[in-house]
């Protein structure tokens, strides 16, 4: 089994809501990651979990707040986003964060009002 | 930062011929992956390579690890309509990164 879930699969949200998007697998992946991917383009690492422990914050604005509650569960809090933070967000995960192969879940489409 | 030229950018081909995408870059990888997204959905994994040299097919899909550790390529034979999509290539960086490096992807257009 190579699946990584999220939910929700569409979100639309204001710009004062608070809001989560969760990613889960079970193949014992010690390495968890967002990506940010806009139309057309190539997804764009936010941030790195390895060993549940944040490694790589790609300088992403404060309003994301990633958390990784334990090996095979990562949360993406939202707050205050902005109409430009609208894009299809992705959770992958591999066996740690330096080897392995990265499988993606089918992402979240957030739209930002 | 870090970059892989992928081409080409686009390609409109008919049903039944083969494909050919590639990807390079300056730095040298220790893996290289080509994924597959249809609009609206995650990457799915085609192929994985770990070794200079290495061959690896996936069905009607071929893909190669360059022998200088700084390019692939990813072949696909005879196309058929579901083939369409972006192809991104993706690396990482030889030294151990937790970071993969996306090429720009290869939008393939596949006409019945």
Known sequence: DTEVTQTPKHLV??????????????????????????????????????YEKLSINESVPSRFSPECPNSSLLNLHLHALQPEDSALYLCASSFTGTS?????GPGTRLTVL | GQQLNQSPQSMFIQEGEDVSMNCTSSSIFN????????PGEGPVLLIALY????????????????????????????????????YFCAGRLQGGSEKLVFGKGTKLTVNP
């Open chain 1, 13 to 50: 949200m204001g710009m004062t809501n608070k809001k989560s998007l969760k990613c889960e697998q079970h193949m014992g992946h010690r390495a968890m990651y967002w990506y940010k991917q806009k139309a057309k383009k190539p997804p764009e690492l936010m941030f790195v979990y390895s």
């Open chain 1, 100 to 104: 392995g192969v990265a499988y993606f």
């Open chain 2, 31 to 38: 893996t290289w992956l080509w994924y597959k997204q249809d």
């Open chain 2, 51 to 86: 070794k200079a040299g290495e061959l690896t097919s996936n069905g009607r899909l071929t893909a190669q690890f360059g022998i200088t550790r700084k390019d692939s390529f990813l072949n696909i034979s005879a196309s058929i309509p579901s083939d369409v999509g972006i």
